[in-house]
Nanobody, 126 residues
Framework: QVQLEESGGGLVQAGGSLRLSCAAS????????MGWFRQAPGKKRELIAG?????????YITDSLKGRFIISRDNAKNTGYLQMNSLEPDDTAVYFC??????????????????WGQGTQVTVFS
């Protein structure tokens, strides 16, 4: 397991942008795939983005967020990012990052992921 800590959430007006960061406690962060999830009030946690280990050559953004959200990583800083643009009130949620050595695990049942951050709140107002 690796310890993760998200940052960068906050209150933003619709149409604005935020960049979330996910800092890992390990210098081998590059060996881990990473996923971003979000959970809105009364809804279950959902995967919204994923990035493969090492070069991050394979990325995933859920269809509804394509064109607005971008996932990336900087292994030298042991940090992953989620750039969120053109934010909408429906984007309001707690955002979590998770990591696993296998990219495929990111897409499965979240209960199989054992490395999670504590979450960061994003609130978008109109």
């Amino acid at each position: 397991q690796v310890q993760l800590e998200e940052s960068g959430g906050g209150l933003v007006q619709a149409g604005g942008s935020l960049r979330l960061s996910c800092a890992a406690s390990t210098s081998s962060f590059g060996d881990y795939a990473m996923g971003w999830f979000r959970q809105a009030p009364g809804k279950k946690r959902e995967l919204i983005a994923g990035i493969s280990p090492r070069t991050g050559g394979s990325t995933y953004i859920t269809d509804s967020l394509k064109g607005r959200f971008i996932i990336s990583r900087d292994n030298a800083k042991n940090t992953g990012y989620l750039q969120m643009n053109s934010l909408e009130p429906d984007d309001t949620a707690v955002y979590f990052c998770a990591a696993d050595r296998y990219y495929g695990t990111i897409f499965g049942d979240p209960s199989f992921l054992h490395s999670w951050g504590q979450g960061t709140q994003v609130t978008v107002f109109s």
